[in-house]
């Protein structure tokens, strides 16, 4: 009788761990496992080989040595020995963490862990989070105020970042640690133990060690109780995701908030979408009272007016009636110095300081005419001030600038379109057009330019608007 609970958890964990990944693996998908030493990622590893007897995957692991501990080289060289000795190809990282005052560690640490897993070329990354972990995340974040969002805790499932193909996944979330340890000791596993997770200085190993024991006494099955108000709250945030949706169809404009539509909602409804939309950016999302003072300035933000709040690495910026979130960085000025680059004929030039592309086709009747181009060198600048422009052959040549703002070009982005130039002749602008003594005349080839960046498909936005 005392094998009988061993033998029926490692049943359970076996099936709940095949069943979650037979739900998302296929045949031939890479899985890497994020291997730490300890006793979650050592059964982590050993359940996915057994799993592999099974469904044919490509199987590797990574190791982050934080650099904390003075036993993680130890510890680095631990996984080196469980990964020769079970044929897994094993990559190790090795970070130098620099924590500044008012900074948490963990936090840090997880930030920089992360930028590694970023890295990595696979269909998932694997971690060994599981339901106790799960339950304490829940706790932290109670304690921390989130709201429905944060207190759904860790999802099973999930993108990486954007534009990343490489998912992040959590097979062992619904399981206890009970179950992990008693399936590593069953099968005689090896493991080391990080000596800073005794340390209750630490938010979570003071709630691990010194309040759910407790908790335990009084309500035996919290994990589980717990564990199932998660999943509701995950529902709720499912929901309110599904409602934010809705509110974007009517108030998101190619991308770009119309703030007359948002001053329609009420404000719990404003804040949801506003907080769905920045989680699209994956960012570190502002508290409450900070997203209220976003809305408070955006609700009484003259019409005419301009704003800008940055929110973690993006700038939520307004112009003429539309919100839209650009990368912190994304703004260049007079005072950024950028190379002119030469155009030798490419068809397609990546330009990425302006984090775009020039695509170059040639077209019958249209476009900048190619025998006056071929006369001097072409290059591609930024404004640096002062340029003139004639794109209009009934209009006198007038101030680049004030023919940006007449189309309205945001100001921050006046300095980011790329111009180009036939020696020093200005001769095409993005959105804009060709000025009138380049353009190709009937019966001509000529060559079409177009500006590509993330978020359009052309910039030619502003000339049609």
């Not at 979650?40 to 982050?64: G, Q, R, T």
Request: aromatic letters at 8%; charged letters at 20%; a positive charge.
């Amino acid at each position: 009788m005392g094998n009988s609970k061993p033998a029926s958890s490692i049943n359970n964990i076996t099936q709940r761990f095949f069943r979650h990944l037979n739900i998302h693996i296929q045949p031939g998908d890479h899985l890497a496992v994020a291997l730490s030493g300890g006793v979650d990622s050592v059964v982590l590893l050993h359940l996915l080989i057994e799993f592999s007897k099974s469904i044919p995957i490509n199987l590797s692991a990574v190791h982050v040595d934080h650099g904390i501990s003075t036993h993680s080289y130890q510890w680095s060289m631990f996984c080196q020995t469980l990964c020769d000795k079970v044929a897994v190809p094993l990559s190790i990282h090795r970070l130098n963490i620099n924590k500044q005052p008012q900074q948490s560690l963990e936090a840090v640490a997880r930030k920089a862990r992360y930028q590694i897993f970023k890295q990595i070329q696979a269909d998932y990354i694997l971690l060994a989070q599981h339901q106790d972990d799960q339950v304490e995340t829940l706790m932290l974040q109670l304690l921390r105020g989130a709201g429905v969002k944060g207190l759904s805790a860790m999802p099973i499932i999930r993108s990486l970042g954007s534009g990343k193909a490489t998912k992040l996944f959590r097979p062992l979330l619904d399981t206890p640690r009970s179950d992990i340890v008693e399936y590593a000791q069953l099968h005689n596993l090896s493991w080391v133990t990080d000596e800073s997770n005794l340390d209750t200085t630490y938010d979570r190993n003071f709630l691990r060690h010194g309040i759910l024991p407790r908790l335990e006494t009084r309500y035996p099955a919290y994990r589980k109780t717990l564990f199932r108000s998660i999943q509701h709250l995950g529902e709720a945030n499912y929901l309110l995701d599904e409602l934010a949706r809705i509110d974007a169809e009517h108030t998101v404009i190619s991308g770009k908030i119309s703030l007359q539509k948002l001053r329609q909602l009420d404000s719990i409804r404003a804040k949801n979408l506003l907080r769905y939309l920045l989680t699209q950016h994956k960012i570190r999302l502002p508290n409450a009272t900070t997203l209220e003072e976003i809305l408070r300035q955006l609700y009484t933000i003259p019409i005419d007016n301009h704003f800008r709040f940055t929110v973690d690495t993006l700038d939520i910026r307004y112009h003429r009636g539309l919100i839209e979130f650009l990368p912190a960085d994304h703004s260049l000025s007079p005072q950024n110095e950028v190379a002119p680059i030469i155009w030798q004929g490419e068809s397609s030039l990546i330009i990425p300081v302006l984090q775009g592309t020039l695509r170059f086709v040639q077209q019958d009747n249209i476009g900048i005419d190619t025998i006056k181009l071929a006369q001097q060198t072409v290059t591609i600048r930024i404004r640096s001030g002062g340029e003139r422009f004639q794109p209009d052959c009934g209009r006198p040549r007038r101030s680049l600038k004030k023919i940006l703002q007449e189309v309205g070009v945001p100001a921050w982005e006046r300095y980011s379109l790329p111009l180009l130039f036939c020696g020093e002749q200005l001769v095409w602008v993005a959105g804009i057009g060709i000025d009138c003594h380049f353009q190709a005349s009937a019966g001509q080839t000529g060559l079409v330019v177009t500006w590509h960046t993330p978020s359009t498909v052309t910039i030619d936005q502003y000339a049609e608007s």
